[in-house]
T-cell receptor, first 116, second 117 residues
């Protein structure tokens, strides 16, 4: 069975602080994909990144960066110089190659509050 | 291009009534998924459609839940004899489906908030 754990349920920071959201996963699949989605107050899940299990290179996109470490089964997400607009719930998700439909297993989400 | 759309955005119903929720996937996406987001259970998979194949219903919580996808595009999720525990946000997602070892990104609609009184 697959499992995704986001141990931080809520994080509160002041604008311009850096913040890291943790994600730990469990899977027996040899090939799998990891995702991060953002859910702002409007409710829609917005796709942020998709990472193949064979690609352990870290990725940076503007103020966002992701650290994938297979050895610790972690896929952490860092926001640099946070802004109020980053306030949202962030979900980490996993899909494996034994899953014919590629359906996603989600973590419980981390609510990020960025205060001005 | 247009994203995934869902209707209605909000639905309030009385316990025991049937409801239908609609999803329009992104044009060209052959895979369509329904998920449910509730306070107690988080985000959970319900059902999956791929092309003309039989749907994967493994996530449906009871036989009161069913879904269909007409013409490989629009999907309707039906909940019969609604119960208060069915109150949740129902999210639809679609993706390309290249199969094999590739998992394509799922793009989500805005959801339907269902409240069962």
């Amino acid at each position: 069975a697959q499992k995704v754990t986001q141990a931080q349920t809520e994080i509160s920071v002041v604008e311009k602080e850096d913040v890291t959201l943790d994600c730990v996963y469990e899977t027996r699949d040899t090939t799998y994909y990891l995702f991060w989605y953002k859910q702002p107050p409007s409710g829609e899940l917005v796709f942020l990144i998709r990472r193949n299990s064979f690609d352990e290179q870290n990725e940076i996109s503007g103020r966002y960066s992701w650290n994938f470490q297979k050895s610790t089964s972690s896929f952490n997400f860092t926001i640099t110089a946070s802004q109020v607009v980053d306030s949202a719930v962030y979900f980490c998700a996993l899909s494996g190659n034994n899953n014919a439909g590629n359906m996603l297993t989600f973590g419980g989400g981390t609510r990020l509050m960025v205060k001005p | 291009g247009a994203g995934v759309s869902q209707s209605p955005s909000n639905k309030v119903t009385e316990k025991g009534k049937d409801v239908e929720l609609r999803c329009d996937p992104i044009s060209g996406h052959t895979a369509l998924y329904w998920y449910r987001q509730s306070l107690g259970q988080g985000l959970e998979f319900l059902i999956y459609f791929q092309g003309n194949s039989a749907p994967d219903k493994s996530g449906l919580p009871s036989d009161r839940f069913s879904a269909e996808r007409t013409g490989g595009s629009v999907s309707t999720l039906t909940i019969q004899r609604t119960q208060q525990e069915d109150s949740a946000v129902y999210l639809c997602a679609s993706s390309l489906f290249r199969g094999g070892a590739i998992t394509d990104t799922q793009y989500f609609g805005p959801g339907t908030r269902l409240t069962v009184l």
